[in-house]
């Protein structure tokens, strides 16, 4: 019974460290970490972020139209749209495609029997 109940106790602590590994893989694996983490690898001092930041910083002005440039995109896109109906369609009364591509074939059937 020992042997059975220290076997039991074994493959519960494996399970738990099994979900806990699980969970730590999902935390990882979430769409922000792996950007973040990609990030990291690619400029791990942050020396890109901070060199835009700076440049800002320095030359704010051009930064001015791309804001208001989004603004004027958030405002728009909030806005329900006040453009006219598109005009319908007017159906006509014609053969349909494959009616008329099978009256052709039968014409050119008949010039090539001729």
Known sequence: MDGINALEAEANRRRADFAES????????????LADEGLRRLDPQAEAVNAVGQSIRDNPLPVIPLLLGLGWLVLNVRKPSKATKPPKLKRT????LIAQQKKEQHDEETDQKA
């Open 22 to 33: 699980l969970r730590k893989l999902r935390r990882k694996l979430t769409p922000l970490a």
């Open 93 to 96: 009364r014609r053969k349909s």
